[in-house]
């Protein structure tokens, strides 16, 4: 079956600007978490969504969002972008949560100018 | 307490050896601890996972020992292969309700041919 899909792989934005990225979680999970990877911080955990619902979010300043919709699909937007920015984010998908173990998608790799 | 600490930050084995990398955590109420393989360019892919209840698991060359009392669990692969050679990370689900993994900070396998 698909993995979790996520799109772009990769985006170039300026600072101050702000960006969406889209993922497409397995069909049938209802559970779509959001992770920042960066060298220095390494997996830091966004926020967690089920049932369009967001049941937890990290220590991240509220220019980082999210939302799901009906079909699972969940997108974030981080707006006002600065240079520390610059990361893969990750999207993962689960049956129900956390204890059904994730399955990652490959990442979208934002780099902010 | 929300920390899972991981080490060694980098190892490298020969072909055929044992890898083992080692997980500490603080919070006794992390209820499932997954370990997940990294490759360049992708996302992190489940390997292998246990729940506190049990002292051992093993899938195929994968092993995963856990201690409770000690609070510290560890991934065993055997007959180390070239093909091995990722970036390996632990990682501790917070109970659930929270929905959210807390993941150390990896260990980057390189294993000689």
């Known amino acids: 079956k698909a993995g979790v899909t996520q799109t772009p792989r990769y985006l170039i934005k300026t600072r101050g600007q702000q960006v969406t990225l889209s993922c497409s979680p397995i069909s049938g999970h209802r559970s779509v978490s959001w992770y920042q990877q960066t060298p220095g911080q390494g997996l830091q955990f966004l926020f967690e969504y089920f049932s369009e619902t967001q049941r937890n979010k990290g220590n991240f300043p509220g220019r980082f969002s999210g939302r799901q919709f009906s079909n699972s699909r969940s997108e974030m937007n981080v707006s006002t972008l600065e240079l520390g920015d610059s990361a893969l984010y990750l999207c993962?998908?689960?049956?129900?949560?956390?204890?059904?173990?994730?399955?990652f998608g490959s990442g979208t790799r934002l780099t902010v100018v | 307490q929300q920390q899972v600490k991981q080490s060694p930050q980098s190892l490298i084995v020969q072909k055929g050896g044992i890898s083992i990398i080692n997980c500490a955590y603080e919070?006794?109420?992390?209820?499932?601890f997954p370990w997940y393989q990294q490759f360049p360019g992708k996302g992190p892919a489940l390997l292998i996972a246990i729940r506190p209840d049990v002292s051992e698991k093993k899938e195929g060359r994968f092993t995963i020992s856990f201690n409770k009392s000690a609070k510290q669990f560890s991934l065993h692969i055997m007959d180390s292969q070239p093909g091995d050679s990722a970036t390996y990370f632990c990682a501790a689900s917070e109970p659930s309700g929270t929905y959210k993994y807390i993941f150390g900070t990896g260990t980057r396998l390189k294993v000689l041919a």
């Open positions: 993962a998908s689960s049956r129900g949560g956390g204890n059904y173990g994730y399955t």
């Open positions: 919070n006794t109420a992390f209820d499932y």
